[in-house]
């Protein structure tokens, strides 16, 4: 109906809508090593993904090994190993299944997309370009003008953007720290069963609701919302 409030749906990137956890311990690894660090490895660093960089960096780090001057220079490695790779005729890092069609039925709703990520802006353009995505999204969060995860500042800024207001928006995370930024704004917060924390951890953080594959969503949020397609 005309005079139905906008509706605004923010996913996270990394573990939501694209499958980066191979590509992201990878320059973990090589970063930490560069300053002889002990390297998390793949299963600790999927714990991380989505936090800020020097966050996720002094989560990793073994107590006592880092300071603020070694987490800035592992970042600035990381960083240039992620761009590095990111130029690899081979380099890949898939969209999760669902993606398009289930931002296309969004779309058809009349709801505003938008993206709140712990990437920098650069990286979150990549991948947004490698996927045909840049003209799907109303407004892009990242870490570049935010504190990290799970603090709100991404979300409310998402809503301050679009003119929407908490009631009508919803966040959509792989993580706790989504979930936890979500309920911080006073969001709707969903969960996906596919990424980086198990449902467990989504629903002890607080998740509204967890999925299992995108097909589901329209149909959660017609539920919480009290819509209905004829009416969106």
Not at 137 to 155: G, I
Not at 175 to 185: L, S, V
Request: proline residues 5%; contains cysteine.
């Amino acid at each position: 109906m005309v005079n139905d409030p906008l509706k605004l749906v923010v996913f996270d990137c990394d573990g939501t809508l694209v499958d980066s956890q191979h590509a992201i311990a990878h320059c973990m690894d090589h970063a930490f090593a560069t300053h002889g660090l002990d390297c998390p490895g793949l299963e600790k660093t999927r714990t991380i993904i989505g936090l800020s960089l020097p966050e996720a960096i002094t989560k990793l780090a073994t107590p006592g090994t880092v300071d603020d001057a070694i987490v800035e220079r592992v970042t600035a490695a990381y960083k240039a190993a992620f761009f590095e790779l990111r130029q690899a005729p081979d380099f890949h890092e898939p969209l999760f299944p669902g993606v398009h069609e289930m931002l296309a039925e969004l779309d058809s709703r009349n709801w505003l997309l938008g993206v709140a990520t712990g990437k920098a802006r650069r990286g979150l353009d990549a991948v947004l370009a490698r996927n045909a995505l840049e003209k799907r999204f109303v407004t892009l969060q990242t870490c570049d003008n935010h504190p990290s995860k799970p603090h709100p500042s991404m979300l409310h800024s998402a809503m301050d953007e679009t003119g929407v207001e908490a009631p009508n928006a919803v966040i959509i995370g792989d993580t706790a720290y989504d979930i936890e930024m979500g309920r911080a704004a006073g969001m709707l917060a969903i969960g996906v069963s596919w990424g980086y924390h198990d449902v467990d951890t989504l629903n002890n953080a607080g998740a509204h609701a967890v999925i299992d594959h995108f097909d589901q969503l329209p149909g959660v949020l017609e539920t919480m919302w009290g819509t209905s397609r004829n009416a969106a």
